[in-house]
Antibody, heavy 121, light 110 residues
Framework: QLQLQESGPGLVKPSQTLSLTCTVS??????????WGWIRQHPGKGLEWIGF???????YYNPSLKSRLTISVDASKNQVFLSLRSVTAADTAVYYC?????????????WGLGTLVTVSS | QSALTQPASVSGSPGQSITISCSGT?????????VSWYQQHPGKAPKVMIS???KRPSGVSHRFSGSKSGTTASLTISGLQAEDEADYYC??????????FGAGTKLTVL
């Protein structure tokens, strides 16, 4: 059974970089047919797509975050990474690691439990 | 990219049917049949209930169904149950190769 587990600091200072890791188990990110990426949810608010990528390197980002965002993978460790630079309080959110079928990229079919990241000094 | 438009709230009594709409544009819902619906209970991760407009993943109740007409997708829940009370979100792929969400609809079972 596929499982996605987010990890990383729960507190990040303003202007610093938010870095999260998603460890995938029960399946390989290189098996093909899927994008791997991130979705976030501000406290008490709706869902916001951050971006996703193929393990081969093609990346797709939310235009509103693109200038600060890098999503990458380490296939040898079956991990997906999120790096969001120059964060502000507006980046405080629960961050979810997700899998999106490339044949049907309108939604994520697997989600991690999510990790809350607070941006505060 | 603009968010999809959903009603803020809907309600229904047990046993009734409700429909939640999700309005987009010709750049997203109107262009692709790549619409998904999610159920989210408080403090939990979203769970996909419908993908590709009308496909139910394994394990999802047949009471949940999806459809699309033009630039509007819909989620219908029949035989409403107390456990269906949750937030529901729609999402769609776009011509810009991005994904966009609706703001969410709170379903109250009376």
């Amino acid at each position: 059974q596929l499982q996605l587990q987010e990890s990383g600091p729960g507190l990040v200072k303003p202007s610093q970089t938010l870095s999260l890791t998603c460890t995938v188990s029960g399946g390989s990110i290189t098996s093909g047919g899927y994008y791997w990426g991130w979705i976030r949810q501000h406290p008490g608010k709706g869902l916001e797509w951050i971006g996703f990528m193929f393990h081969s390197g093609n990346t797709y980002y939310n235009p509103s975050l693109k200038s600060r965002l890098t999503i990458s993978v380490d296939a040898s460790k079956n991990q997906v990474f999120l790096s969001l630079r120059s964060v502000t309080a507006a980046d405080t959110a629960v961050y979810y690691c997700t899998r999106v079928p490339s044949s049907a990229p309108g939604g994520a079919d697997h989600w991690g439990l999510g990790t809350l990241v607070t941006v505060s000094s | 990219q603009s968010a999809l438009t959903q009603p803020a709230s809907v309600s229904g009594s047990p046993g009734q049917s409700i429909t939640i709409s999700c309005s987009g544009t010709t750049n997203d819902i109107g262009f692709y049949d790549y619409v998904s619906w999610y159920q989210q209970h408080p403090g939990k991760a979203p769970k996909v209930m419908i993908s590709d407009v009308d496909k139910r993943p394994s394990g999802v109740s047949h009471r949940f169904s999806g459809s699309k007409s033009g630039t509007t997708a819909s989620l219908t829940i029949s035989g409403l149950q107390a456990e269906d009370e949750a937030d529901y979100y729609c999402s769609s792929y776009t011509i810009s190769k991005t994904m966009v969400f609706g703001a969410g609809t709170k379903l109250t079972v009376l």
